[in-house]
């Protein structure tokens, strides 16, 4: 009994004083899996099949665009549509998988994977878990397009539907409850796209930038560095992980952030704005579909609510709205299938394409984008007349986005200013 006692003792003891030391002897050799072996080789099973996965994505195609009224001007648009889940987000999504089973995030033990997404991530992410087995959600807002919605099920993901503002947390919650893991690809994206260089080893650096200078360097037979990358922030992951990789090896190119009307970033990346304040009351539907930020009621986290890396971009450029729906428009005219994000791409390189121009610059200049989604994704929204109407009415609608169109049309041919033009002509206040 006295004995009972001082062992209860010895117990509630050490665990108040903290954990014990394994000692060192000689009948016991401190050394234990730390996984089992049966962990390891479905770890192993899922690296080994994400990289077989890699290995077919290959190299997205470059599209080469010469706007006939800027010929000092080259813009090379990536082409990220042409990924078995035709966006930018394959790449993203098999990055992010590959971090969280590195790190034991996602295991075999997990019950689901839960991530909150505008679609694009959500169909890569429904595709990639189903590719090791691992069961996903995707917390959706209630009014997806029903393309988006058909194509995370067609990648065998589950849905749920929730208030716009509601989806971070939704996925949080229902992932810790059971057992499942929230990706949060927001937060996290940081942790997970790669910005370092290959030099010669057996995997390719799966930088976006390191393709473009080896696609580059193959088309024009000698090292060509863009003097501009351009792209949007949706979680920020994919302009931070350029920006990171072109400060590090001090590439000679300018980082410009492309923002939308009422999103945050520009004001956060300009000038540290928001990092205490939502943007509650200021953000207007329906912005540019799958990025910006403003959906979220939290305010501007890094590596939380986004992982948009301030210190490496170079510039930041907003334009209006109906501006990027009226040069939606015009890429699909011209036969480029892209939806609302690439044409702000777009926007912003002929703008830098303009600038150049107006400086009287004899150089020639290039400029890389990505092309980030297909516009079949919007024949029911931005592709859509009425819906335009509708969204847009402070603007003019469809009168207002054809006043953008012509404005923008003229630039290409003739190296106009659409930027000035279209706010001064155009309905609207901006
Ligand atoms: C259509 C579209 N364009 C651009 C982006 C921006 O990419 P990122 O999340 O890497 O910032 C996203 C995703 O967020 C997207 O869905």
Same mark, same amino acid.
């Given at each position: 009994m006295k004995n009972a006692l001082l062992v209860l003792a010895v117990i509630l003891f050490s665990s108040v004083v903290g954990d014990s030391l394994t000692k060192i002897g000689v009948n016991k050799l401190a050394d234990e899996d730390v996984i089992s072996d049966a962990e390891a080789k479905w770890r192993l099973d899922a690296i080994r099949k994400l990289w077989t996965e890699r290995k077919r994505m290959g190299h997205t195609p470059l599209i080469k665009y010469q706007p006939p009224g800027f010929p000092n001007t080259i813009i090379y648009m990536k $082409?990220? /549509?042409?990924t078995p889940t035709r966006t930018l987000k394959h790449r993203f999504a098999w990055a992010l998988l590959l971090w969280a089973i590195t790190e034991g995030? %996602? /295991?075999?033990? /997990?019950?689901a994977v839960y991530d909150s997404t505008s679609g694009n991530t959500g169909s890569a992410e429904a595709y990639m878990c189903t590719l090791v087995n691992v069961p996903y959600i995707a917390v959706v807002a =209630? $009014?997806?397009e029903p393309e988006k919605v058909k194509q995370i099920e067609s990648f065998g993901g589950k849905l749920k539907k929730v208030p716009v503002s509601q989806r971070n947390k939704e996925a949080r919650e229902t992932a810790e409850k059971t057992h499942g893991f929230y990706m949060n690809q927001f937060g996290n994206a940081e942790k997970a796209e790669e910005f370092h260089e290959s030099g010669n080893f057996l995997y390719e650096s799966t930088n976006v930038f390191h393709e473009i200078l080896v696609q580059l360097k193959q088309l024009n037979k000698i090292p060509t560095v863009p003097d501009y990358f351009i792209h949007n922030a949706g979680t920020g992951g994919t302009i931070s992980s350029v920006g990171r990789y072109i400060v590090r090896y001090g590439a000679p190119t300018r980082v410009v952030l492309s923002d939308s009307q009422y999103s945050l970033f520009y004001d956060y990346v300009l000038k540290g704005k928001f990092t205490n304040q939502t943007g509650a009351g200021i953000w207007k539907a &329906?912005? %540019?579909?799958?990025?910006?930020?403003?959906? =979220?009621?939290? &305010? %501007?986290?890094?590596g939380e609510t986004t992982s948009l890396t301030r210190n490496v971009i170079h510039e930041a450029v907003k334009m209006p709205d109906i501006a990027t729906v009226a040069a939606t428009r015009v890429l699909q005219e011209k036969g480029y299938n892209f939806g609302p994000s690439t044409a702000l791409n777009f926007l912003v390189a002929l703008f830098k394409a303009y600038q150049h121009k107006a400086s009287k610059s004899t150089e020639n200049q290039t400029i890389a984008t990505l092309g980030n989604d &297909?516009? =079949?994704?919007y024949t029911t929204t931005y592709l859509n007349n009425t819906w335009v109407d509708q969204k847009f009415a402070d603007f003019g609608g469809v009168q207002g986005m054809n006043c953008w169109k012509t404005q923008i049309q003229n630039s290409i041919d003739t190296?106009? =200013?659409?930027y000035t033009k279209g706010l001064t002509l155009c309905p609207g206040e901006y």
């Open positions: $082409n990220e /549509t042409a995030k %996602v /295991t075999s033990k /997990t019950s =209630d $009014n997806l &329906p912005g %540019v579909a799958g990025i910006g930020y403003g959906y =979220d009621v939290k &305010p %501007v986290i890094y &297909p516009g =079949d994704y190296g106009s =200013d659409f």
